[in-house]
């Protein structure tokens, strides 16, 4: 049973341009979050998705958006990208109704 | 609002000595409260979850962590550290209500272990 999975792994990008990073849950998981990790820091949730739709969002600019696809996977987005935007992204999924959330492995983005 | 505030950023052990890392939470609701792992380089790996049930609750890796409501504490501890403990630890809060899956981390405590 695949677990969350994430890609790229890496990536470096230029200040200014845009990023798209992209997330599978776990299978039989229907909600997915977002979360940055910069370097020392815990996590901090970006938001979350359920039935395509933006069902909660923590404090990030609209800089940062996302979709969810009908098979549940899910894209984040970075515009405009600053150097402050480097860090660590995780994603998550958890199923409706239940209360275990499991993270990804990461992309890890480099502003330059 | 909800916060997680860990004590001690960095935490050495020698090996076989208890692992004792502290976590107090503050929320409006009765919490769902976790400890998460991170290896180097690597996601988030759940320890444990307290969800409402037993307050002593049991985790992989031998692992176990007591839910205090008293105290507002959720202390991560394992009675003999392995050198494969060596990692950072990240406690975190949730809402109990349903539909609700915003985790509020804590800055992470890093675990040293000394052979």
């Known amino acids: 049973d695949a677990g969350v999975t994430q890609s790229p792994t890496h990536l470096i990008k230029t200040r200014g341009q845009q990023v798209t990073l992209r997330c599978s849950p776990k299978?039989?998981?229907?909600?997915v979050s977002w979360y940055q990790q910069a370097l020392g820091q815990g996590p901090q949730f970006i938001f979350q998705?359920?039935?395509?739709?933006?069902?909660q969002r923590g404090n990030f600019p609209d800089r940062f958006s996302g979709h969810q696809f009908p098979n549940y996977s899910s894209e984040l987005n970075v515009n405009a990208l600053l150097l402050g935007d480097s860090a660590l992204y995780l994603c998550?999924?958890?199923?409706?109704?239940?209360?275990?959330?499991?993270f990804g492995e990461g992309s890890w983005l480099t502003v330059v | 609002a909800q916060s997680v505030t860990q004590l001690g950023s960095h935490v050495s052990v020698s090996e076989g000595a208890l692992v004792l890392l502290r976590c107090n939470y503050s929320?409006?609701?009765?919490?769902?409260l976790f400890w998460y792992v991170q290896y180097p380089n690597q996601g988030l790996q759940l320890l444990l979850k307290?969800?409402?049930?037993?307050?002593l609750v049991k985790g992989i890796n031998g692992f176990e962590a007591e839910f205090k409501k008293s105290e507002t504490s959720f202390h991560l501890t394992k009675p003999s550290a392995h050198m494969s403990d060596a990692a950072e630890y990240f406690c975190?809060?949730?809402?109990?209500?349903?539909?609700?899956?915003?985790?509020?981390f804590g800055k992470g405590t890093k675990l040293s272990v000394i052979p």
């Open positions: 998705y359920y039935e395509e739709e933006e069902r």
């Open positions: 299978s039989g998981h229907d909600t």
């Open positions: 998550a999924s958890t199923k409706q109704g239940a209360n275990t959330i499991y």
């Open positions: 975190a809060v949730s809402h109990s209500g349903a539909g609700s899956y915003q985790l509020t």
């Open positions: 929320s409006s609701v009765p919490p769902y």
């Open positions: 307290y969800t409402s049930a037993a307050t």
